[in-house]
């Protein structure tokens, strides 16, 4: 994620902000430009300061803390909450804050699949992503999270970090976020569009394994048996093991993690130099999204996660990226960033 800078005043801004905590000027994310911009009230619209054009307020500002702005003459709602069919019940205690919480993750999420150039939808149809954030209603009826044909249901329990933390431990996962979840399903999606319906199966096979083999007994046989002790030799997580879609999944939620982690790192001009290092310091100056090159990825990945851990633990917080990218998990990022980089080309 990009560092922003309110325009009129110059103070640091993080990407949520609807107010500069300095000068007090109203601010929103222009979707097109994908800059966060200060902006002056005329009569009935906004004008961005950033690139002087006319806006409006996504409709959600008010509930969803939207700060994304609508082109004056669009639709109601901005480019990520547009991709909403189903909300919460707003009326039940609890559901706000949930639905507030998860519009925050989709929004980062939109900005990335943006920032690569990726499609939001199928080429020559109107079916592209969607979104239904569900509660249960009855415990015997659980609202599984998942991903369906563009149609991604995330259980907005994920939403309540309690909750969230209780499944982390059950599942015995090293962590568990919702934009972590909502990157895992987003891959799924791009599976679809960019390897079955792109002509890739069996360039993806080649490397994840054949997908074709029933999804059903591997789900079973992963709960009932779990991952194989030595699952950190080929793949970036336990669950990539279950089947060869949610390898897929896992890898490009971990390629996203990467990209989106050493961006934020490149706006800061953040440089690691390990001393203990022969091979000099890991310099952040390049464009994460946009380098042709998938090693330089790597060599900047590795020590910015190892300087990334040894923080955290020095506040006494578990390690941000609790994962050792093994020779085969890199060769899969490798089809991921190949794969994008096809796309947005």
């Not at 592209?128 to 907005?156: K, M, Q, R, S």
């Not at 982390?168 to 599976?191: A, F």
Request: hydrophobic share 40%; net charge negative.
């Amino acid at each position: 994620m990009r560092i922003f800078t309110c325009q009129n005043c110059g103070q640091l801004l993080h990407f949520e902000n609807v107010v500069c905590m300095r000068c007090g000027m109203t601010l929103g994310f222009l979707p097109d430009p994908l800059t966060l911009s200060a902006l002056e009230l005329r009569g009935d619209r906004w004008i961005a300061r950033a690139d002087g054009g006319e806006w409006r307020q996504c409709a959600n500002l008010a509930q969803a803390n939207c700060n994304w702005m609508v082109p004056v003459g669009d639709e109601t709602y901005c480019p990520s909450c547009a991709l909403d069919r189903t909300i919460p019940n707003l009326e039940v205690p609890g559901n706000p804050d949930r639905w507030q919480a998860l519009e925050a993750a989709k929004r980062r999420l939109v900005y990335a699949l943006k920032r690569f150039g990726l499609p939001l939808s199928s080429p020559g149809s109107e079916k592209g992503l969607a979104f239904d954030f569900l509660a249960e209603a009855n415990p015997a009826e659980p609202v599984l999270t998942g991903h369906d044909d563009g149609l991604i249901t995330i259980n907005i329990a994920e939403a309540d970090s309690a909750e969230r933390e209780k499944r982390r431990v059950e599942l015995g996962e090293p962590y568990r976020t919702l934009l972590g979840h909502l990157r895992h399903e987003v891959g799924h999606y791009y599976w679809d569009l960019l390897v079955r319906d792109g002509g890739k199966v069996e360039a993806s096979r080649a490397v994840f394994g054949d997908e074709s083999v029933s999804y059903e007994e591997a789900l079973q046989r992963h709960y009932q048996s779990g991952a194989r002790p030595d699952w950190n030799l080929s793949y970036v997580s336990a669950y990539a093991t279950m089947h060869p879609w949610e390898d897929f999944a896992e890898t490009w939620t971990h390629y996203l993690h990467m990209v989106d982690t050493l961006d934020t790192a490149a706006s800061f001009g953040l440089a690691v130099d390990p001393v203990v290092t022969t091979e000099g310091s890991a310099v952040v100056r390049f464009d994460p999204y946009r380098t042709p090159d998938f090693d330089r990825l790597v060599e900047a990945w590795v020590p910015l996660t190892v300087a990334l851990n040894s923080l955290n633990r020095s506040m006494g917080q578990p390690d941000v990226y609790p994962f050792a990218l093994s020779p085969p998990a890199v060769e899969k990022l490798r089809f991921v960033h190949e794969l994008v980089r096809d796309a947005a080309a």
